[in-house]
């Protein structure tokens, strides 16, 4: 019995007039010229950033073409057909790449933006505290303005990368006596000063990818918040529109957690990488349906009529999550931007983790048990079943998600309360 096929790309989108064949056609001659896995992963990098080929769908000269989704996506698929490294990949490019986009200046998109497409600099997202991550806009880390500077003092956590980031996108409290969705503001801070203190917290999994991060007198430029004054709670909205977009075109097909050697040769890079990749990346680098492929194989799985339903799921909930005409809906609706309804397609991402996990372990009988090298492939599927619960969590809960859709799109009524604690100062707030 056949492979059970990724389905075509559909022509739903015709934002831009390029055709997907041409596209093709280009970026297939480019990087047939081009890719070369013994350039120095920096050097590959820079060059598709400077031909438009690293994210084809952004902005010309910050590493795109301004192609609409369906052509960037036939630009992507030539590079894989060829065998080409993919560009950089994590939250510097899927969460603070488009939100410096939509609401920088252009002195901060001529500064940041350049060396997140090309690589050059690590990003963290510092959005979540101890008594705020559901309810985010509790949060209660202070920036308090001292001249052309602000003074950002709290705790954060859970914050995925950051012992190896040069920079996080990070929301504070810089009016109290403001409704607690007010009195917000958004920055962009350098992780690397004596007052920002980073301390990994080791998973169920055994990787320590996020971490807390106290900040104690740390400092940010006024020039360096991205957005209005108070404002930080609508950047931040559009920061997780991107996070839950399971289609996000900054999510790339490389690792994404994790310090990297420019200098190293890009095949030198990838055989380091090897079977080292974390669970977490994996998830983020969208390669498991692949690594399920390989794991039903090795056990002779396909051959179940039960197993290959379980998989014509799989793919077919793949195909609701990136070619639905969902994300195109709620991404026009919101101005180019993902809306609320984004929503749906990250409750779809949980769900698929779930199955694909599940039919994974059950495919290999009692080896499913096994964990760490010892495990078939070498774990990494193992990894990445360990890691499936996370999807149900960061980015904001499955539960935080239905309510989302249900008051955001559907229009129901809000929780018994909240109305009140909205208008209500944040410095008037019970705390826990
Ligand atoms: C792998 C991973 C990576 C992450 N990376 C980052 C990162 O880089 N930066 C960052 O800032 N944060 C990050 N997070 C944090 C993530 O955003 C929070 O964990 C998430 O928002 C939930 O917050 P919480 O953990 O405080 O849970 P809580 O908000 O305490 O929720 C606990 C439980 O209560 C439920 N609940 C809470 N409120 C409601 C409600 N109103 N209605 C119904 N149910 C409710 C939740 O659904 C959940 O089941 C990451 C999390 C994970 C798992």
Known sequence: MGQLAVPPECDDDVMNSTSPEAVRNEATDWFERHWDPELPLGRWWQLLADSGWAFPSW???????????????????????????????????????????????????????PRIVNGQDIWCQLFS???????????????????????????????????????????????????????ISYFLIDMEQDAVDVRPLREMTGDAAFNEVFLNEARVADEDRLGDLGDGWR??????????????????????????????????????????????????????TKVLEDVTGQFNALNDPIVRQ???????????????????AATVKSGGQPGPEISTLKLLGSEMGRQIRDLGLDAMGPHGMLYGE?????????AYSMFTPAQSIAGGTDEVQRNIMGERVHGLPREPGEKEQRELPWSELPRS
């Open 59 to 113: 902005p010309e000269g910050f590493g795109g073409r301004a192609l609409s989704a369906v052509a960037a996506r036939a630009a992507i698929q030539a590079r894989r057909q060829i065998g080409a490294f993919g560009p950089p990949n994590g939250v510097a490019t899927f969460l603070a790449a488009p939100t410096i986009m939509r609401y920088g200046s252009q002195a901060q998109q001529d500064r940041y933006l």
């Open 310 to 328: 379980r998989m014509a799921k799989i793919v077919e909930m793949r195909r609701n999550a990136k070619w639905s005409g969902m994300r195109t």
């Open 374 to 382: 010892d495990a078939p492939g070498g774990g990494l599927f193992h």
């Open 129 to 183: 505290e101890p008594g705020a991550g559901s309810d985010m806009a509790g949060l209660a880390t202070r920036a308090t303005r001292d001249g052309d500077e602000w003074v950002i003092t709290g705790q954060k956590v859970w914050n995925s990368g950051a012992q190896w980031a040069k920079y996080g996108i990070l929301i504070a409290r810089t009016d109290p006596e403001q409704p607690k969705h007010r009195g």
């Open 235 to 288: 950047v931040a909205m559009t920061t997780l529109s991107h996070e839950r977009d399971p289609d996000n075109p900054g999510m790339g097909d490389t690792a994404a957690f994790g310090s990297v050697d420019l200098t190293m040769t890009v095949k030198d890079h990838t055989a380091a990488l090897g079977s080292k990749i974390d669970g977490f990346s994996l998830a983020l680098s969208g390669g498991v």
